[in-house]
Nanobody, 115 residues
Framework: QVLLVESGGGLVQPGGSLRLSCAASGSIFSLYRMGWYRQAPGKQRELVAHITSGGITNYADSVKGRFTVSRDNAKNTAYLQMNSLKPEDTAVYYC?????????WGQGTQVTVSS
């Protein structure tokens, strides 16, 4: 069992930045693929970015060049640095940990981009 706790969401103006954090419990954090998903009102949850246990990253086209996913295995924490935020980035952002066929989810953190 893995407990994931997100933090760092909030209200930001267009063009601004936020950094989300996802703190994970457990002793095998380094083995998990860590991902960030988001869900806007009335839309399906979508993958934003993920980083494998080996450090390979993957991004949705809509965030490439603006968002950066990273991890610190010593701190059992994954991050999502979000720059040049747009109103369409407004959503609840969820942290995901995946090992083989098992997924764990955080409770989500709201990100609102508005002037």
């Amino acid at each position: 069992q893995v407990l994931l706790v997100e933090s760092g969401g909030g209200l930001v103006q267009p063009g601004g930045s936020l950094r989300l954090s996802c703190a994970a419990s457990g002793s095998i954090f380094s083995l998990y693929r860590m991902g960030w998903y988001r869900q806007a009102p009335g839309k399906q949850r979508e993958l934003v970015a993920h980083i494998t246990s080996g450090g390979i990253t993957n991004y949705a086209d809509s965030v490439k060049g603006r968002f950066t996913v990273s991890r610190d295995n010593a701190k059992n924490t994954a991050y999502l640095q979000m720059n040049s935020l747009k109103p369409e980035d407004t959503a609840v952002y969820y942290c995901n940990a995946r090992l083989v066929m098992t997924d764990y989810w955080g409770q989500g953190t709201q990100v609102t981009v508005s002037s």
